[in-house]
Structures are given as C-alpha cells and as structure tokens.
C-alpha cells in the first residue's frame, strides 16, 4: 500500500541479493535510470532466502529496443569504481547451464550428450575470448523486458540480478539473436537499435561465439519449462534439431 515491490530470491541467493542492492544504490547515486531500493538495512534474510524492497514504479510500459540501446551504451561507459568491481564479478554466461541439461526430462542420452559437449567447447572459446581489459558493466539480461517506459517519455533499467564485469557485446547479442536467430525482429528495428547504441555487434569478431552461447541458453531454457508447459515440448525439440543443422539458415522463427 505504501509503494513497496519486495522481490523474494530462491534459496541461497543471498551473495546475488546484496550485490543487486549495493549497485542500485551506486547507480541512484549517480543519477542513472534504474529502478530504486528503499534506504533501509537490507537484505533481509528469512527462511533460507534473501528479500528485497524497492520503490513502487508508476504505469509504465516495457521500453523499445531503441530505449534499450540508449541505457545500455550510458550503462557500459561508466567508470566502475574498485569496491562496486569487487563485488561484481566476472560475467558467466554459463551459469546453472550444466544443471538444466543435467535436470531436463526430456532429453534422449544422445541429445543431452550434444547439449553437454557443445557447453564444454563454448566454455573453452569463452576462456580464451574473456579478457581484463575488455570488461565492463554488463548489465546480463539485456532485453526490452527488462526496462520501463513511462508518458513522460523517460525509461529506466531494471532487473540487476546478472548483473557483472564483462564484455559489454554480450548485452548486445541478445537483441542481435532476436534479429539473427529467433527471426522476431525487423531488419528496421535492429537497425534502430544498432544506430542508437552506436555500432552493431554483428560486425564483431567473436560475435558467432556469443551468438552460439545465447542460442544453447535458449535451448537449454526451452527444455527447461517443458515441466510446466507441456506445450512447449515441440518448440524445444525445433530448437535443437535447428542446432543439429536440421532446419536449414537462421533465422529459425522460435516461438516465446
């Protein structure tokens, strides 16, 4: 009633919790758009989970891909000071991979042996791709999803918890995958963003490897809600048999 969003983490997130606070509290000090935490002591820690409190915000709607851009380019220019960087950490587009291929149930031997193959190669091609002086502020969940619009026309990010250091073209491959592979957006509209963010990532060197890291997580995904969502079984196994090579050129139209 007071204007109060509490977000409840899963079990052991703790670490993720205080993190998030610590950098919404760096960046409402530099007057960047993002959403706020309330200036109380927290985390609070309860039954094995860790809850946050933030500032209700008012009607709004998801920003565009061009509302993206603008905050994403702000986002990766800033200058991390050390104590924000040592509790941030190193960007690891693999989290929990391993664990959703391991848990999918309906997976054949021979299919989660692809999947589980695949992330071992990626994750060497990252180890060589990952270096100090490339890192910045990544954001981690890039997508317009994660912003909010308001009808003065201002927009804020939201959503901090992947949140880390990192090359900052791996914010940029998602809205790239959204052209490229799952085909749901216009050449127009990624050509907006690219413009808006000032470069595309497309033309990067290592774009196919973060490409590929960003098609194997939504794979993986895909499988992994299956248990809740029978329906979306057939989708899952298009997307893999689209990694096989069985489904021609991208992009592969996947379905939300």
């Known amino acids: 009633p007071q204007g109060v969003v509490a977000r409840i983490t899963r079990p052991g997130q703790h670490q993720a919790a205080t993190r998030e606070i610590t950098l919404t509290r760096w960046l409402a000090s530099l007057g960047f758009p993002a959403v706020r935490p309330l200036p109380i002591d927290q985390p609070v820690h309860a039954a094995g989970r860790a809850a946050t409190f933030w500032e209700e915000l008012p009607p709004h709607r998801p920003g565009t891909t061009g509302d993206l851009a603008h905050l994403l380019r702000r986002l990766h220019d800033l200058p991390v000071p050390p104590h924000i960087a040592g509790q941030l950490g190193r960007l690891d587009p693999f989290v929990r991979l391993t664990d959703r291929i391991d848990t999918a149930a309906h997976l054949t031997p021979d299919d989660r042996r692809l999947l589980l193959d695949r992330t071992t190669a990626l994750r060497a091609q990252w180890a060589a791709l990952d270096r100090p002086a490339d890192l910045s502020l990544v954001h981690g969940d890039a997508w317009p999803g994660n912003t909010a619009s308001f009808p003065d026309g ?22 790239a995958v959204s052209a490229d592979t799952l085909g ?49 079984l057939r989708e899952a196994h298009h997307r893999l048999a689209c990694l096989r090579g069985e489904r021609g050129p991208r ?6």
């Open 154 to 175: 201002s927009v804020v990010l939201l959503d901090f918890e992947r949140t880390a250091l990192g090359p900052p073209q791996w914010d940029l491959t998602s809205t």
């Open 184 to 232: 749901t957006l216009t050449p127009d509209a990624y050509h907006r963003f690219a413009t808006a963010y000032g470069t595309d990532v497309r033309t990067w060197d290592h774009y196919p490897l973060l490409r590929a890291i960003r098609e194997l997580r939504l794979v993986t995904f895909a499988f992994q809600t299956t248990g809740q969502d029978p329906d979306a």
């Open 251 to 256: 992009p592969w139209g996947w379905k939300p």
